[in-house]
């Protein structure tokens, strides 16, 4: 897990989960190269907490783009 003002690189082809597992909010910058992840946020939006994610249209987008959806954004592994 990370602390304030640390980095992580994920390698492509790499499987991976991303959340926040505390009840304190979280900002982070992510910097992805090639760009296509870019459309995926672009198209899909940030999520809102009070809105369900339209997880269709992520798969979709994720399977033109060469991602893969491994599971739910609320199946965020324990501490």
């Given at each position: 897990m990370l602390k304030a003002g640390e980095t992580f690189?994920?390698?492509?082809?790499?499987?991976?989960?991303?959340?926040?597992?505390?009840?304190?909010?979280?900002?982070?910058?992510?910097v992805a190269s090639p760009s296509a992840f870019a459309r995926l946020i672009a198209e899909v939006g940030t999520q809102n907490e009070n809105e369900i994610p339209d997880m269709e249209l992520a798969q979709r987008i994720s399977a033109e783009i060469g991602?893969?959806?491994?599971?739910s954004p609320d199946n965020l592994p324990s501490k």
């Open positions: 690189l994920i390698p492509p082809g790499t499987a991976h989960v991303i959340g926040v597992l505390s009840d304190k909010p979280a900002r982070g910058l992510m991602d893969e959806i491994l599971g």
